[in-house]
């Protein structure tokens, strides 16, 4: 199993401006995805963090408005740039340990406000 | 993209009822996970089904993949207010891109005394 820390589990921030969120996971896992939920609804796929590689976006989602880092098997951030309204959401963290068959643990998410 | 349509999208009974939720899809997969989620909680497994026709039993849950392995449902058998929440169910492949799980689009259900 794995435990995933994420950080900050909640933000206000003011349109424009940019939010690091930071996922810690207790032991090394062989894949980590960043996901966005909005409350109450399914969980939409951002991107998969590579290790020491630049990530895979999914369409809709692009580098420059979430840019990604995974600097070794434990660690990710998601950073979200020049915040709107519109970018208000759940953000969760997710690591797996192997394939298609296998769990996904999930952080608690951190609940992004843009005003 | 491949989707994974749940219904219903929200359900709300009383305590000892029971309920099916349903999670169709037009693709194959090969394996279907479910999973629950709390308010200000990331999605918690509940079970992983991989075999055509399989099903499976947690308690009073119980989950059956379809014979063709695009559909699942999750039966809660005498449901209890501590199974309130957001039932998620997901398809995943033995190969392919990072082997990315695809999420359905989820029932909420509660459940009251």
């Known amino acids: 199993s794995a435990v995933i820390s994420q950080k900050p589990s909640r933000d206000i921030c003011q349109r424009g401006t940019s939010l690091t969120i930071q996922c810690q996971v207790d032991s090394q896992v062989t894949m980590m995805f960043w996901y966005r939920q909005q409350p109450g609804q399914s969980l939409t796929l951002i991107a998969t963090a590579n290790q020491g590689s630049e990530a895979t976006y999914e369409s809709g989602f692009v580098i420059d408005k979430f840019p990604i880092s995974r600097p070794n098997l434990t660690f990710s951030t998601l950073t979200v740039s020049n915040m709107s309204p519109e970018d208000s959401s759940i953000y969760l963290c997710?690591?797996?340990?192997?394939?298609?068959?296998?769990?996904?643990?999930f952080g608690q998410g951190t609940r992004l406000t843009v005003v | 993209t491949q989707l994974l349509e749940q219904s219903p999208q929200f359900l709300s009974i009383q305590e000892g009822e029971n309920l099916t939720v349903y999670c169709n899809s037009s693709s194959v997969f090969s394996s279907l996970q479910w999973y629950r989620q709390e308010p200000g909680e990331g999605p918690v497994l509940l079970v992983t089904?991989?075999?055509?026709?399989e099903v499976k039993k947690l308690k009073r849950l119980t989950f059956q993949f379809g014979d063709a392995r695009k559909d699942s449902s999750l039966h809660i058998t005498a449901a209890q207010p501590g199974d309130t929440g957001l039932y998620l169910c997901a398809g995943g492949r033995r190969t392919g891109t990072a082997s990315k799980l695809t999420f359905g689009t989820g029932t909420r259900l509660q459940v009251t005394l």
């Open positions: 089904v991989v075999t055509g026709g």
């Open positions: 997710s690591a797996r340990t192997g394939g298609g068959l296998t769990e996904a643990f």
